[in-house]
C-alpha cells in the first residue's frame, strides 16, 4: 500500500499545485465566474486520464502467457521513462510553476479569445499529465499487488496530497517544497530501479532477452521474502525485489539507482560565466 501512496502523493501534489495556482489567480483577479470552466477542465482531466487507465488495465487484464508479460514489461518500461523524465523535470520547473501557469493560460486566452475555453483547455491539459503519469504508474504497479491496498493506497496518498496542495497555495502556509520534491524524488527513482529490473525479468521469462547467470542470489526458501507474503509484495512493489534475480536485473537496478540518483542530486550544471574582457589599450 505504501508505493501507491507514495506515487499518488507525488503526483496528486503536483495536480493539486497546479489546482490551487490556477484557483488562487482566478480568485486575484477578480474572476469568479472562470471557477466553473476551471473545474469542468480538471474534471475532464481526471476522466480522460482515469477512462484511458481502466481501458489499458482492461485490455491488459485480457492477456494471457508471453503476451501479457511482454504487455506488463512495455507498461513498466514506459513507466520508468515517464517517471524519470517528471523527476528531472519537476526539480527544473518547481520554482516557477507559477508563473509559467499564469503565463499560459494568458496565452491561451489569446489565442481562442474566449476566456472560458481557455480556462478549460488549460486546467485540462495541466492536470491530464499528472493523471496520465500517475494511470501508468498504477498500471506498471497493478502486477502481482493486491488490487484493494492498491486502491486504498492510492486514495490515501490523493486525499493528502489534495490537503497539501490547499495548505500550500490557497492557505498560505509555508512548506519546505525543494525537500519535499528532492526527498520524493529519491525514493521514486528507487521506485523505477525495481520497475526496471521487474521488466527485465518478465522479458528474460518470455525469452525476449538473454539471460546469462538467473540466480545472482537465491532467498526463495525464506517465505517471507517472496511474493507470498506480505513483506515480499511490499518489497516487490516498492523497490522491485526478487528473491532470486539474474544479473542482468541486478546490474540494472544499482546502475539506475547510482547514475540516476547522481545526476538528480548533483542538479543542472551552472552556465559558464565569460571572462572579462580586458579594455583595449591605445597605443
Known amino acids: 500500500m505504501l508505493a501507491p501512496f507514495l506515487i499518488m502523493l507525488r503526483e496528486g501534489f503536483e495536480a493539486a499545485l497546479v489546482i490551487a495556482i490556477l484557483y488562487a489567480y482566478l480568485l486575484r483577479t477578480g474572476r469568479r465566474d472562470l471557477l466553473g470552466p476551471m473545474w469542468v477542465g480538471v474534471t475532464a482531466a481526471f476522466l480522460t486520464a482515469g477512462g484511458g487507465g481502466l481501458a489499458l488495465h482492461l485490455w491488459v487484464g485480457d492477456l494471457a502467457g508471453t503476451a ?11 513507466a520508468v521513462a515517464v517517471l524519470t523524465w517528471m523527476i528531472f523535470w519537476m526539480r527544473a ?32 491539459l495541466a492536470v491530464l499529465r499528472e493523471g496520465f503519469e500517475a494511470v501508468v504508474f498504477l498500471l506498471a504497479l497493478s502486477t502481482g499487488a493486491d ?31 525543494r525537500q ?11 521506485f523505477a530501479a525495481g520497475l526496471m529490473s521487474r521488466a527485465i525479468g518478465l522479458l528474460q521469462a518470455s525469452d525476449d532477452l538473454p539471460l546469462s547467470w538467473d540466480a545472482v542470489y537465491n532467498l526463495t526458501m525464506i517465505p517471507a521474502l517472496t511474493g507470498e507474503s506480505e513483506i515480499g509484495r511490499f518489497l516487490i512493489a516498492l523497490v522491485g525485489w526478487d528473491p532470486r534475480p539474474s544479473i542482468e536485473q541486478t546490474v540494472a537496478w544499482w546502475g539506475f539507482v547510482v547514475v ?4 538528480f542530486l548533483k542538479g543542472p550544471g ?12 591605445t597605443p
Open 180 to 190: 519535499f520534491f528532492v526527498l520524493t524524488g529519491v525514493v521514486l527513482i528507487v
Open 147 to 177: 488490487g484493494r491496498q492498491l486502491l486504498i493506497g492510492a486514495v490515501v496518498g490523493l486525499g493528502v496530497a489534495a490537503v497539501l496542495g490547499w495548505m500550500v497555495v490557497v492557505g498560505g502556509r509555508r512548506m519546505p517544497m
Open 68 to 78: 501479457r508479460m511482454r504487455a506488463f514489461a512495455a507498461v513498466m518500461l514506459l
Open 270 to 281: 551552472r552556465p559558464a560565466t565569460p571572462p572579462a574582457q580586458r579594455p583595449a589599450q
Open 260 to 263: 540516476v540518483t547522481w545526476l
Open 93 to 124: 520547473h518547481a520554482p516557477k510553476i507559477r508563473g509559467e501557469l499564469q503565463d499560459s493560460l494568458a496565452h491561451a486566452v489569446d489565442a481562442t479569445g474566449n476566456v472560458k475555453v481557455a480556462v478549460v483547455a488549460a486546467a485540462f
